[in-house]
């Protein structure tokens, strides 16, 4: 029996990678998808796969569109839950989630709550509510989650090559890399004057906008040490991130004087394959103590030049996920903002520190999903609010 599989977030970088994985595989057969607007992105696909029968796109207009070119031929439910329908209506097996942002947390909760199997590439589900997802995972016996990010997918393939080798229980330290990002040459002067062209010229990755933004903020690898703490159980004070510059380096694990590196080709076909293979690969392994370390440039995260990695693992650490739900959204707004020129880059780095620090007393653990979307409602429109009042000030 194949899975019938459904991708949420089709378009999007991670989705039109999946929608080429899943072409060739036979395991599968692709039921759904959803999209925000952008269709013309999905059609090129539609010829490989005859089984796909119900299409969800969040924008009405296009929704419209897309229904009368292809009259009859496809299910076609548009607007603003478009995600949450089309998860309602499909009899499905597994789901891809490759939405991007706050969006894609409720149907991460949907899938999971309905006892399916979850590819999750919204890493947003994890940071802001983690607490719920692992709840959702242990009280829904048949839910399965595996991971789509390259360091996760990495962190994964050692720790099953630990398991293995009976060498779980001798690992000291945990690593996910980091490429840097775009900005990682800049001086601090340099980085003031980044423009957006400087900041999605992204040297190792192909991605979409705001994770390449957030690459160069680092706002990405602090997410994904929450994410690895989510995942894994790894406790906070033994996972840390190094800078590769290859971005070949995915993890590493350190047992005794030995770090054992996951290394591939950056590539997020490769890490899509592995999730849709339920992550039972095992790693290519680079030891610290070979020679060819040596071909790798790798860093520590430099405090000054990335103040937001540590600011936000810092704050996790003491304000769990509701303090995760605040950044995620102020970070969203910001970097659209930034990428319509209409705020600098640095100020995406204050607008998170100083709106942050407002929600403080609000950083409440919850186990209620009304109780995040509450707080990432009156975060937005203090984050609004605020940009408003910067762009309008520095215009006079």
């Not at 499905?92 to 006892?115: F, H, Q």
């Not at 996910?176 to 002067?189: E, M, P």
């Not at 004057?193 to 160069?216: C, E, R």
């Not at 707004?333 to 930034?338: K, L």
């Amino acid at each position: 029996m194949k899975e019938k599989i459904i991708v949420l977030g089709c378009t999007g970088s991670i989705g039109t990678q999946t929608l080429d994985v899943l072409k060739n595989n036979s395991n599968f057969e692709l039921i759904g998808v959803s999209l925000n607007s952008n269709f013309e992105k999905l059609e090129p696909y539609l010829e490989y796969f005859p089984s796909l029968k119900t299409i969800s796109i969040v924008n009405v207009e296009k929704g419209q569109l897309f229904k009368e070119k292809y009259q009859s031929k496809y299910n076609v439910a548009y607007g603003e839950n478009a995600n949450e329908i089309l998860l309602k209506i499909c009899d499905y097996d597994s789901v891809v989630n490759s939405i991007m942002g706050n969006d894609g947390l409720l149907p991460t909760i949907e899938v999971l709550k309905n006892n399916k199997t979850l590819y999750l590439s919204n890493k947003e589900s994890l940071i802001m509510a983690g607490n719920i997802v692992n709840n959702l995972l242990k009280e829904n016996k048949n839910a399965k989650l595996y991971p789509i990010d390259s360091e996760h997918v990495g962190l994964y393939k050692l720790l099953n090559y630990a398991k293995k080798e009976q060498l779980t229980n001798k690992i000291g330290e945990y690593f996910i890399t980091a490429s840097g990002g775009a900005l990682r040459d800049f001086s601090k002067q340099e980085i003031a004057k980044a423009t957006v062209h400087d900041v999605l010229n992204h040297p190792t990755w192909k991605m979409g906008s705001k994770i390449t933004v957030d690459s160069a903020t680092m706002v990405n690898k602090a997410f994904e040490i929450v994410e690895g703490f989510v995942l894994f159980n790894i406790p906070l004070d033994k996972l840390d991130a190094l800078i590769c510059y290859e971005s070949t380096l995915h993890a590493g694990i350190k047992i005794g004087d030995e770090i054992l590196f996951d290394y591939g080709i950056n590539d997020m076909h490769e890490c899509i394959k592995f999730a849709l293979n339920k992550c039972i690969e095992l790693p290519n392994i680079l030891s610290s103590k070979q020679e060819e370390i040596k071909k790798y440039k790798l860093k520590q995260i430099d405090k000054d030049k990335y103040p937001l990695f540590y600011y936000i693992v810092d704050n996790f650490k003491k304000y769990s996920y509701p303090f995760m739900a605040c950044v995620n959204t102020i970070d969203e707004i910001a970097i659209n903002y930034f990428l319509n020129n209409k705020i600098k880059f640095i100020d995406i780095i204050y607008l998170i520190k100083e709106i942050s620090e407002q929600f403080k007393d609000k950083f409440i653990q919850t186990e209620n999903i009304k109780d995040i979307l509450n707080l990432i409602s009156e975060v937005k429109f203090q984050t609004i609010l605020k940009l408003e009042s910067m762009i309008e000030r520095n215009n006079k």
